[in-house]
């Protein structure tokens, strides 16, 4: 038939057809013109979409691609684009679902799974690291867990043991699958590598040398050790066996305690990690809030910006990390302490050294120590941080320009508001991998250009740093597969409905840096907590904040405020923690007694916590400017140090 009468007649039908009465427009459908796709858990009380799939879409064309169908009793008119419409369903009880649309009849039992077992996983994973004080079994634990209760309540029931297997083959496969997730876990491997050459090459121990050479009193010995604990600031390991390594022999000549070096080694280690913008933390941390995002915009309502705007976006209210860096260089400055730590301080005076007689495993030191014969050169470490930096600043704002070139050439806004667009439509994640790539590239030029390595010992030193990072991708792993089980199973939705109505939104920030505190402090993880308590607080607070009727721009607030938090509030309960990984490094790089080291810690960060608990509560109340906030703390820590603090003398 000619195509253009073809397409007269279709068009003169679909006019009869559409002046027709409804039960015309479902005649013409046939028992196996659809199909049915349901969500694979359907869960009590949530509201869930499936779709109606249409296989003859001529039909379809009649009609306007439109179609009367009933949907468990009630006429509903759905929409189709590309064959498929989707239509809204919720249960809470066990029932039968059907659909009819002319000829075509489906019929479903279903069984939806209780809501309040979505809070299973979480807490048995919190429960049991908590006990055995060990976060891979716990999350392997819950995954499982999780898995089995997803599948005997599935749409397709396989049972119970086929849950348990699912676990493997569907949950982690999947969270290694993603294309972000593996974009973490490549630029967390370069940075592991970087690190490691970085320090085999002598770069990093030529920084130390350099910095630590005009430390000539207890004042400026410890100003030393705080500015080499700062610009170390891209892995904590690393900060804490080179600083505490390097600068005991000179902080023992200078007559400053061990315990007070322990303090300060530890106490930049963690907090500077956690805010840098370059870190062997950063590919974890946007992973989990990518994770976050995901859950959320699965939803109703959005959030705009990519995990790294995010995380930049967090920083304003990242109290403890910073408040702990300020808190430490105002008592190296005012020459002054309390407590524990004023007593060991003023033995040192006296030439009383406490030392552990533990000493630090070779092996832990041989990853940072200078490969034998090495030329140091501090330019070996510099260069390649300096384009890792850089070049991931130059990947977002040109990621960004080429996802919409219109923006910069645009008269409406300014530079600043360009550039924010820019950054914000950013790819943050090709620009973290070129940057990393770059900064590897080069560092192993360096090493084999200036002569210091074998080009055979940097590719094998990068292998090294690249197997460090092995621990770390287990738990990131486990964390996305946790991560995807909440989400299908609804866990926000379920906590949200706890605690609306009985929890502030502007408490929930600080409940978060609690909560996180206390985790950190039983699983002496900051990872193992970011793991558990980022999938979990995220999307409620999210969810907390909507369901509150606040604005989107207030909400989005809390959601930075609550981001910053849990990882602030594991920092914290690191510090605290005497099975903390970092803190029983940290004493044992500087050979003092481990719990000295907490004893003589654990007052100074419960001060610092105090006060940006305090912070962090009246951050969402006042809504002051960022910048004042930090003023307004770092004043009354200075406050709290002169109230507190006695000058450390020897007499």
Not at 624 to 630: I, S, T, V
Request: with cysteine; charged share 15%; glycine share 8%.
């Amino acid at each position: 038939m000619n195509p253009r009468i073809k397409s007269f007649l279709f068009s003169a039908i679909a006019v009869f057809i559409t002046v027709s009465a409804t039960a015309q427009d479902e005649s013409i459908f046939t028992k196996d013109d659809f199909s049915v796709e349901l969500p694979h858990l359907i869960v009590d009380g949530v509201e869930s979409t499936g779709t109606l799939v249409c296989t003859d879409l001529d039909k379809l064309y009649l009609l306007g691609n439109k179609a009367q169908a009933v949907i468990n009793g009630e006429r509903r008119t759905l929409t189709f684009e590309g064959g498929k419409a989707d239509f809204q369903l919720s249960f809470d009880r066990n029932e039968p679902m059907s659909i009819k649309v002319g000829g075509f009849t489906f019929v479903k039992e279903i069984s939806p799974m209780p809501l309040w077992l979505s809070i299973l996983p979480p807490m048995l994973v919190i429960i049991l690291a908590l006990a055995f004080k060990e976060v891979v079994s716990s999350l392997i634990v819950g995954i499982f867990v999780g898995a089995m209760i997803a599948t005997h309540y599935a749409i397709d029931s396989s049972g119970i043991f086929i849950g348990f297997l699912h676990s493997i083959d569907i949950y982690m496969v999947e969270a290694m699958a993603d294309e972000g997730h593996v974009s973490v876990i490549l630029f967390s491997t370069l940075i592991g590598g970087i690190v490691a050459l970085i320090s085999k090459n002598g770069g990093m121990q030529a920084v130390v040398d350099k910095i630590s050479r005009r430390a000539n009193s207890p004042k400026s010995g410890q100003m030393a050790t705080w500015f080499l604990g700062i610009g170390i600031f891209f892995d904590d390991y690393a900060n804490t066996l080179v600083v505490g390594n390097t600068m005991r022999p000179l902080t023992d000549r200078l007559k400053i305690s061990r315990e007070k070096l322990s303090y300060i080694v530890d106490s930049t280690a963690a907090p500077i990690a956690a805010v840098a913008l370059i870190t062997t933390w950063i590919g974890a941390e946007l992973g989990y809030i990518q994770s976050a995002l995901d859950q959320i915009n699965a939803g109703e309502t959005m959030i705009d910006g990519g995990p790294y705007i995010i995380f930049l976006g967090s920083l304003k209210y990242s109290f403890y990390p910073v408040f702990a860096l300020i808190f430490m260089l105002i008592l190296i400055q005012r020459g002054r302490d309390f407590g524990p730590m004023y007593k060991a301080e003023v033995d040192a005076r006296k030439g009383i050294v406490a030392s552990n007689s533990k000493r630090i495993d070779s092996s832990e030191m041989d990853e940072f120590a200078p490969q034998e014969g090495a030329k140091l050169n501090m330019w070996n470490a510099i260069i390649p941080i300096v384009i890792v930096v850089l070049g991931t600043m130059l990947g977002l704002i040109y990621t960004g320009y080429m996802a919409d070139p219109s923006v910069w050439s645009s008269e409406e806004f300014s530079f600043s508001r360009k550039l924010s667009i820019i950054i914000g439509n950013s790819d943050s994640y090709k620009g973290l991998l070129w940057a990393s790539m770059l900064g590897l590239m080069a560092a192993v030029l360096l090493s084999v250009g200036r002569k210091t390595m074998s080009f055979v010992d940097a590719i094998s030193a990068s292998i090294d740093g690249f197997k460090t990072m092995v621990p770390a991708m287990v738990i990131l792993i486990l964390a996305w597969s946790l991560a995807a089980l909440t989400e299908q199973m609804h866990t926000a939705d379920y906590l949200t409905s706890m605690v609306e109505g009985r929890l502030a939104v502007w408490a929930l920030p600080a409940v978060t840096f609690l909560l996180s505190a206390v985790v950190a402090f039983s699983t002496g993880s900051s990872w193992g907590t970011m793991a558990i308590i980022y999938p979990i607080m995220l999307p409620l607070a999210w969810g907390l904040s909507i369901e509150s009727g606040i604005e989107a721009s207030a909400a989005m607030e809390i959601f930075l405020n609550t981001t910053s938090c849990v990882l602030a509030g594991a920092v914290l309960g690191d510090h605290c923690s005497p099975i903390s990984d970092t803190t029983i490094l940290s004493s044992l790089a500087t050979r003092c007694d481990h719990l000295q080291h907490v004893k003589t810690q654990m007052p100074y960060a419960l001060t610092v916590g105090f006060v940006a608990v305090i912070f962090t509560t009246l951050a969402p109340l006042l809504a002051l400017p960022w910048l004042l906030n930090y003023l307004i703390g770092f004043g009354l820590l200075y406050l709290v140090i002169s109230l507190l603090g006695k000058k450390v003398t020897a007499d």
